[in-house]
């Protein structure tokens, strides 16, 4: 079983909407977030990073985390085609461990013009 | 401009051949990674290397060992490849272990 959930798996939005995808631990040990995207047939992109609680926010982009939940989520606000990829999200241990990213299968987003 | 550089990008195998699959960063990072991503499953570590010769295992390492005697070089190694090690596999370095990764482009194995 993953220790990484998302969800959905995939996710359809128009161009000017908004995407919410989200992200669940099932280890107590984590502490830390990434979420990476992977445009079709290219390798995987930081795209954020969140380690406490409450909300991060770059451009378009807004991240959320509740450490108590281990939820973690992505919001994506006037989406663009080009945003059209798998995001993935990722969590890890801290100390020595916090290079050992564990991976979900990610979320599939299309945006339609 | 920072690169990870995998070699080669695509290889078809016979199933007990053995496979060789390159990675080389120009970063002088010191940690960097194999995962392999198949579709449902996300990606997978299969080993990690936190500098020359200090290596140390994923999450699925059966079926598979590395090297690394250089920093900016780290290669995955197949021993009589197995049908379900078809996959893609993506090398990664990081500066130390921040959780930022860097991947290459990825090398889609065959085994048939």
Redesign the interface.
Known sequence: Q?K?QQSPESLIVPEGGMASLNCTSSDRNVD?F?W?RQHSG?????LM?IFSNGEKEEGRFTVHLNKASLHTSLHIRDSQPSDSALY?C?A?MGG???????????TQLIVIP | DMKVTQMPRYLIKRMGENVLLECGQDMSHETMYWYRQDPGLGLQLIYISYDVDSNSEGDIPKGYRVSRKKREHFSLILDSAKTNQTSVYFCASSLGDTGQLYFGEGSKLTVL
């Open positions: 993953q990484v830390y990434w990476y290219k390798s995987p992109k930081m990073s993935l990722a890890s020595s461990a916090l290079g050992r990213l564990h991976f979900g299968a990610g």
